[in-house]
């Protein structure tokens, strides 16, 4: 998707100018250590030990190794992607434990969906976002402009 593209060239971004990354990124079914080589598996379908999430289930394995990979990138991490906090976070379920953290660093680039981030906003009003809106004629530019904004920032 949009958001999976701009990352993977933010992260190309910051790691060439030698600034450590962690935290998650969810693709291809699976939840992805930016910190490490593992990743988890979605499910494949509904099973005891899942949550379901739209049409897709999450095994609460993999859910719970996300919330590891993001307060392991608290300690480690000078910038940390969380991809992203949806539905199931809102609700103060899934990656919530994990994103409410890594939020609190104010070190986090959350991909929150358009539709989510009016209550996101609320959810976590004692901080001050900066907000980049990615779209198709934009996600090649969108990189470089949060790489302006880290860079020049004073935390």
Not at 96 to 116: D, H, N, P, Q
Request: aromatic share 8%; proline share 3%.
């Amino acid at each position: 998707g949009l958001s999976v593209s701009a990352i993977s060239h933010q992260l190309r971004l910051l790691r060439d100018r030698g600034i450590g990354v962690g935290g998650v990124i969810c693709r291809d079914g699976m939840i992805h250590d930016l910190m490490g080589s593992h990743a988890e598996f979605y499910a494949p379908e509904a099973a005891p030990d899942t949550i379901a999430v739209g049409d897709s289930h999450i095994y609460r394995s993999a859910l719970s190794f996300g919330c590891g990979a993001l307060e392991r990138a608290c300690s480690a991490a000078r910038v940390i992607f969380i991809d992203e906090f949806g539905r199931l976070e809102m609700k103060r379920e899934g990656l919530f434990r994990g994103a409410v953290g890594a939020i609190g660093t104010e070190r986090a680039l959350v991909v929150v969906r358009k539709s989510l981030l009016e209550p996101f906003k609320r959810l976590f009003s004692q901080y001050d976002f900066a907000v980049f809106e990615i779209t198709r004629e934009n996600r090649d530019r969108i990189p470089g402009q949060i790489m302006a904004y880290l860079v020049g920032r004073k935390k």
